[in-house]
Nanobody
Framework: QVQLVESGGGLVQPGGSLRLSCAAS????????MAWYRQAPGKQRELVAV?????NYADSVKGRFTISRDNAKNTVTLQMNSLKPEDTAVYYC???????????????WGQGTQVTVSS
């Protein structure tokens, strides 16, 4: 069984920082890439940042958020600085992985962690 577990969400004031972490565990053979998405109330889920062969960011978070990955530990983190109220959302970790019981890389999602930016 494979799972992604996120941590680090919470309530922060505008201009503050938070660090999200995500750990993948289970019968993992290989991870192609890991990413963070977010979904605000009434909006579609959107890509925030991805770490694979390269890193990419949504325009709305460039210069404020940093994604980093530890391949040895199968973890990915999202350092979020200069947070704005519009960053409020549930943040999800996604990993594209090959597991022992499968022959294909598939998307695996974490349960989500709430980030609220408010004064």
């Amino acid at each position: 069984q494979v799972q992604l577990v996120e941590s680090g969400g919470g309530l922060v004031q505008p201009g503050g920082s938070l660090r999200l972490s995500c750990a993948a565990s289970g019968s993992i053979v290989s991870i192609n890439h890991m990413a963070w998405y977010r979904q605000a109330p009434g909006k579609q889920r959107e890509l925030v940042a991805v770490s694979g062969g390269s890193t990419n960011y949504a325009d709305s978070v460039k210069g404020r958020f940093t994604i980093s990955r530890d391949n040895a530990k199968n973890t990915v983190t999202l350092q979020m600085n200069s947070l704005k109220p519009e960053d409020t959302a549930v943040y999800y970790c996604k990993a594209v992985m090959l597991v022992r019981s499968d022959n294909y890389y598939r998307d695996y999602w974490g349960q989500g962690t709430q980030v609220t930016v408010s004064s």
